[in-house]
């Protein structure tokens, strides 16, 4: 799988499932839910996961390159992302997707732009 591909991947994943803010998915530790968590709404950046692992909480290499790649295609509050670590590269990407208004539709549309910027660059 190239990073392209993880970003198509991750547009499917939430197309169907639908975009969540605030955490990885919904009710974390199951204490309200039975669904798979691969099944629920889900972050952007858990959508790559669940996309190059099959669970949204399971990283990999590919995934942090993927979010790394996305992370410096996005700005928050006009800012890029802080330079710390992966974890900073995640959160800079749920910042984004968790600004207020943010859709399902947006997160796919800027998942499926970045998989088309990268093979422009491959």
């Known amino acids: 799988m190239s990073v392209p591909q993880v970003f198509r991947a991750a547009a499917r994943v939430l197309a169907a ?5 605030g955490d990885f998915v919904p009710d974390v530790f ?5 669904i798979p968590h691969f099944l629920r709404p889900m972050s952007i950046v858990a959508a790559l996961k669940c996309a190059t692992t099959g669970d949204p909480h399971v990283t990999s290499l590919l995934v942090d390159e993927a979010i790394c790649v996305l992370a410096l ?3 928050v509050d006009g800012e ?5 670590g992966i974890f900073d590269l995640e959160a800079h990407v749920d910042g ?4 207020e208004g943010r859709t399902a539709e947006s997160a796919v549309a800027v998942l499926e732009s970045a998989a088309d910027a ?5």
């Open 17 to 21: 499932n639908g975009l969540y803010q």
């Open 73 to 75: 295609r996005l700005e």
């Open 80 to 84: 890029g992302p802080l330079f710390g």
């Open 96 to 99: 984004w997707g968790d600004l």
């Open 118 to 122: 990268s093979e422009v660059l491959a």
């Open 30 to 34: 199951d204490r309200e839910m039975c």
